[in-house]
């Protein structure tokens, strides 16, 4: 097992090929111990090349609602009336805390996701 660190995108490359041929080593081997090792040096420069900020607070509702299979009608206890409901999903209106409290509580969005700088004009 020869490992190196990944210092730009022909190392990640590399670094995926070898993962995908261990990918399904026997647990306790020195193949299964490089894909360990491969997979955090991949997350490492991944996160600090690629990274990923919370969503945005109106993806992250519509999410949920997806899951969940809600309508926006379900929102009303979180947000307010059926327009503000629309408002806040077409970006019109920004959340309040009262509604991010509402929404984390209620639909278990996380805070930061629901406090993202991207969700809209302002209220």
Do not use: C
């Not at 629309?86 to 959340?95: A, D, G, P």
């Amino acid at each position: 097992m020869t490992i190196q660190p990944i210092r730009n995108d022909a190392d990640l490359r590399a670094a995926f090929e070898r993962l995908e041929s261990i990918f399904q080593a026997t647990p306790g081997t020195p193949e299964a111990d490089e894909m360990e090792v491969l997979a955090t040096l991949v997350e490492s420069y991944e996160n600090r090349h690629y990274p990923i900020g919370p969503a945005d607070p109106v993806d992250a509702i519509k999410f949920r609602m997806d899951q969940q299979g809600l309508a926006a009608k379900d929102l009303e206890p979180f947000i307010g009336s059926s327009g503000r409901v629309s408002e806040v999903l077409n970006r019109k209106r920004s959340l309040s805390l009262r509604m991010v409290q509402r929404l984390h509580h209620g639909l278990k969005i996380p805070y930061d996701s629901l406090l993202s700088n991207a969700s809209g004009r302002g209220e």
